[in-house]
């Protein structure tokens, strides 16, 4: 495999990946580039993570910056508080079920405790559950104060037939939002990873009924919605929490002993490889030479494509000046864009599926939207 | 440098392109719009302040008015802060409220730093009211109404509330008037100056009131809070100012509190710590001179003295 040439970032992403690099990188920014660090942080998610990290270096950064994490810290704090209620009531509402509920992604890093769990801005929940269940565990859902949020029938029917999960559901007194999946990857996919292995691995949780994935599972999920399930838009974030995933596991030899292994059985060899690709690459993530051997071995696609990805992923992935946005990275954006679809579902599909999200008027509610805030009609207050 | 002071030509060509940043009390706000119309009101009703160069900026903001072929057909003008628009698309005539509003939002959705409460703050003698209330309670016409006889503007919209020592922090930026208000004010302070009145929204007419000049030179100066009122219009309502059990109080304020729910307990010790120093009144009235005439009556005096560092 030739030697990486991966697209570098924008300069404006620079502080940025300093401080995630080292935090007390802070120490040595100017005025212009901790103005920059705090847009690209926000905009990408990291600012309450980075304000966590910098607590104790508080002291020695300016009022605003300060001032800044402080708000960050404490929006992180109410974010956990309420993942850890929402967690709660969902274990109150699945608890007659006798089937396994395994928490994935941001909730699941906040129950297991994984460092990287801090300054995490979430409160959707994410649940895999065995699929002969899904119906009861939907109507245990309904009945215990979910409804599901609005969508178009054409949406609806899309996600019961194809999806790899339910349509949304949102707590009626909440608003928060429940996924109930079946299998981490759409039916379409090409990628099958078998959900009854990974149930069977899940491991169990010190103070809650519900599982999480082992932690090679938990690694691969994590590639495979990076890079089989959104469009990278800046999903540094994402990759991030790749990052922090192999930096938390690999202490035990054990882990990379059987990730490729694993990815191999769960047909997830691609996107592990991506991930430690870009991770390694983008990140500095230190990945053992020799898993990154097998993992291209066993998952890498052909020199042409690889190469592909290399320019595109980086342009897409990393924030760009939020004052002037790069017109390669739009273009590297349109383009992941499509490819996600097509790594979700075969051609025909994804031509009728693509070309009604064109012709439709927009949907603030619709499916790509449900996890975003709802955008307000007029100014709040008034 | 005061943005008054600026060369309008130079003004609003620095609008269009690097934008011209400005503090709006603790925060430093840069608005960068290609919406031309805007630079004139915009130097009216933020004259007083001066332009802030260089530094960290807390907000960035651009006003996206459409291009192209949009531009002739309803055109709309999108408010954007980092990537984040928070609204739906406005008609290009609303680009000025559309601006307050989101600034407005700016802080309400991020500076955690502080508790934020739905209200109007003036300030005189050193005690400031804090006056909480819902859209429709009169709070912003009645803290004009104040602002020209005699109280320093801290804010019409959001209190700034210190989580260490339940000081007010100024934010000292126009005040947005609706309807009726606008002339009632126009009446009542002939001095007042007043951006473009704007008709025919969702909300009727909506103008811009200029922060007195002295309001916006001590914008950096906290006040102590003395009394929490909780303002209520009705017309042809006797006037009426009823104390309030501080119990009350405490949970209408964190009603009417944009983070509380965020603070935690942080929230819950500052909150407490405002209500006990405050006196608590719910505050009934039909006719602003009678309002501004009753709370002139009042007795300032904090009730805690001391620690307000």
Not at chain 1, 63 to 92: G, I, P, S, Y
Not at chain 2, 126 to 140: E, N, R, T, Y
Not at chain 2, 227 to 248: G, M, S, T
Request: contains cysteine; neutral net charge.
């Amino acid at each position: 495999m030739a030697e990486a040439v991966i697209a570098e970032p924008d300069a404006s992403a620079g502080p940025l990946l300093a401080v995630l690099a080292d935090c007390n990188a802070l120490l040595a920014l100017s005025a212009v580039d901790l103005d920059m660090l705090l847009r690209q942080a926000r905009r990408t998610n990291l600012l309450s993570r980075i304000a966590l990290d910098a607590s104790r270096l508080e002291q020695r950064l300016p009022k605003t910056v300060r001032a800044h994490f402080d708000a960050a810290r404490t929006l992180a704090a109410d974010q956990d508080r309420m993942l850890r209620w929402e967690v709660n009531r969902l274990e109150r509402a699945l608890a007659g079920l006798a089937a396994p509920v395994v928490l994935l992604k941001g909730a699941a890093y906040a129950l297991a405790e994984l460092p990287l769990a801090r300054g995490r801005l979430v409160s959707d929940v994410d649940i895999l559950v065995p699929r002969p269940t899904i119906g009861a565990v939907e109507e245990a859902l309904l009945r215990h104060g979910w409804e599901h949020v609005k969508l178009e029938p054409y949406d609806q029917r899309y996600y019961r037939r194809w999806m790899h999960e339910l349509p949304p559901l949102r707590h009626r007194d909440r608003n928060t939002i429940v996924d109930v999946h079946h299998r981490i990857l759409p039916l379409t996919s090409r990628l099958h990873p078998d959900p009854n292995r990974q149930i069977a691995a899940a491991r169990a949780l010190a103070d809650s009924p519900f599982r999480v994935l082992a932690p090679a599972d938990m690694l691969l999920h994590s590639a495979t919605h990076l890079f089989h399930d959104g469009d990278l838009s800046l999903a540094l974030r994402d990759l991030v929490d790749v990052h922090d995933l192999l930096v938390d596991f690999r202490e035990s030899p054990a882990f990379w002993e059987v990730l490729v292994a694993r990815a191999r059985e769960l047909e997830l060899a691609r996107p592990l490889f991506y991930a430690l690709r870009y991770a390694a690459g983008l990140l500095g993530t230190p990945v053992p030479a020799d898993v990154m051997m097998a993992a291209a071995r066993a998952g890498a696609p052909s020199a042409p494509l690889v190469a592909m990805m290399d320019r595109l992923v980086p342009l897409a992935l990393m924030p760009d000046h939020p004052d002037r946005p790069g017109r390669q990275a739009a273009a590297a954006r349109r383009l992941l864009y499509v490819r996600s679809h097509w790594v979700r579902m075969p051609s025909l599909l994804l031509a009728r599926h693509l070309a009604r999200k064109a012709l439709g008027t927009r949907r603030e509610n619709g499916v790509a939207q449900h996890r975003g805030l709802p955008r307000e009609a007029g100014p709040p207050g008034h | 440098m005061s943005v008054s002071e600026l060369p309008p030509g130079t003004f609003t060509r620095r609008l269009g392109h690097e934008g011209i940043a400005f503090h709006a009390g603790p925060f430093v706000v840069r608005v960068v719009a290609n919406v031309a119309e805007l630079a004139a009101p915009l130097r009216l009703l933020y004259g007083d302040l001066p332009l802030v160069e260089g530094g960290i900026v807390d907000f960035h903001i651009r006003l996206q008015a459409s291009t192209g072929p949009r531009r002739w057909l309803r055109p709309q003008v999108v408010f954007v802060c980092d990537g984040e628009t928070p609204f739906f698309p406005l008609p290009r005539r609303l680009a000025l409220a559309l601006l307050e509003w989101g600034i407005n939002w700016c802080v309400h959705h991020h500076a955690h730093q502080y508790l934020l409460i739905h209200a109007a703050v003036v300030e005189r003698d050193g005690a400031a009211l804090i006056l909480p209330g819902p859209p429709g309670s009169g709070k912003s016409t009645l803290c004009a109404a104040l602002v020209h006889r005699g109280w320093r503007l801290l804010s019409d919209e959001i209190a700034l509330i210190d989580l260490a020592d339940a000081s007010v922090l100024p934010l000292a930026r126009p005040v947005a008037l609706k309807n009726e208000s606008i002339d009632v004010l126009h009446s009542f302070a002939p001095a007042a100056v007043f951006g473009p009145v704007v008709r025919e929204t969702v909300k009727g007419a909506i103008a811009h009131m200029k922060p007195p000049p002295d309001s916006v030179r001590r914008m950096h100066e906290a006040a102590r809070p003395a009394a929490l009122i909780f303002p209520e219009f009705a017309v042809d309502a006797a006037i009426n100012l009823a104390p309030l059990p501080k119990a009350r109080a405490f949970f209408q304020a964190a009603d009417l509190s944009f983070n509380y729910h965020i603070l935690g307990e942080r929230g819950f010790d500052a909150l407490s710590r405002l209500i006990d120093g405050c006196r608590c009144f719910s505050f009934t009235y039909s006719s602003l001179d009678d309002a501004v005439g009753v709370l002139a009556g009042l007795e300032h005096e904090p009730l805690m003295t001391g620690s307000y560092g």
